[in-house]
């Protein structure tokens, strides 16, 4: 995730309040465990999530859990 800013041993301040937006930074449940990937919005057919430059984005599904937006990652120094 370092093209996202988020290193290894990074924290993220995450809103479960906000509603996602386009390259926002978000929090999601896939099969059961959080991941971080970045939603897109992808037109005509509606929004994707991202996880690295190197993979193409996935559509999101009535079972994709957004669990919230992260709003600062604070960096371990």
């Not at 970045?38 to 430059?53: D, E, F, V």
């Not at 957004?66 to 604070?74: A, D, E, S």
């Amino acid at each position: 995730l370092n093209h996202l800013g988020i290193f290894d041993g990074d924290y993220l301040v995450v809103d479960k309040s906000l509603t996602p937006a386009h390259q926002n930074i978000v929090i999601v449940i896939l099969n059961g465990q959080l991941t971080i990937k970045q939603i897109l919005k992808m037109p005509p057919t509606g929004w994707a999530l991202q996880g690295g430059l190197e993979t193409e984005p996935h559509a999101i599904t009535e079972e994709t859990q957004i669990w919230g937006v992260v709003k600062w990652v604070l960096h371990k120094v």
